[in-house]
């Protein structure tokens, strides 16, 4: 109910099924997913791992919060051409951080191998750590807020662009002009340049590149 309130939707029902790390190879597949069909599938840790954490329900519901934002996503995907893969998973942690679910190291500043977002977002590779990447610098910038999010469930547009390549002009442009209109109009081009993303220069210049009305 959180993450439908800050996104502003709702979803189909979803199923969660809450497994050990032994069934990862059996019908649920290899671990934490949303299957695209109405089912989630959370592996709660092992019994150390659920110690560490306090319980069963401290290891699950951030996993669970995680994986609700993508069938969240999944409302708006038809919306994004190219690959969002990554920028599915960076809205998926920033919208659980943002209701309190998961840890703010989850955003950054360092990735799986300990590379620092706040070097060069475009050195970043696996899939979570370049959507966190963006959303990183968004919340250092102050404007990683509930009417932020809101505005990213809601696009303005129809977008083309390969969220995984932040070498990309397009991914720039199109990052640029989308965040943009999610900020309410907020200046973006500091927080891409704090991501060294190469972009047209303007919110302006950015959505003529992108041939967007």
Known sequence: MAEQSTAGLTSQPVTAFYFPPEMHKGGLGHGNAMYGNGMVGINYGSPSGITRKGGIVNGALP?????????????????????????????????????????EDILGP?????VNFDSDCSVASEVHDVGNCYFWHIKKAGLLTPAFLYGLFHP????????????????????LVYFTEAAGGANMVPVLNSMKIPHAGSYKAAKQALGLR
């Not at 409302?75 to 690959?83: N, R, T």
């Not at 360092?110 to 300990?114: G, P």
């Not at 662009?161 to 990052?175: H, L």
């Open 63 to 103: 996993i669970f919060a995680h994986e609700y934002a993508h069938v969240l996503f999944d409302e708006i995907k038809p919306l994004f051409s190219g690959d969002a893969s990554c920028l599915n998973e960076g809205i998926a942690d920033a919208l659980g951080f943002s209701i309190g679910f998961l840890p």
């Open 110 to 114: 360092f990735t799986t191998d300990q």
């Open 156 to 175: 303005q547009h129809v977008f083309s662009f390969n969220s995984c390549d932040q070498r990309a002009i397009r991914t720039g442009n199109s990052t």
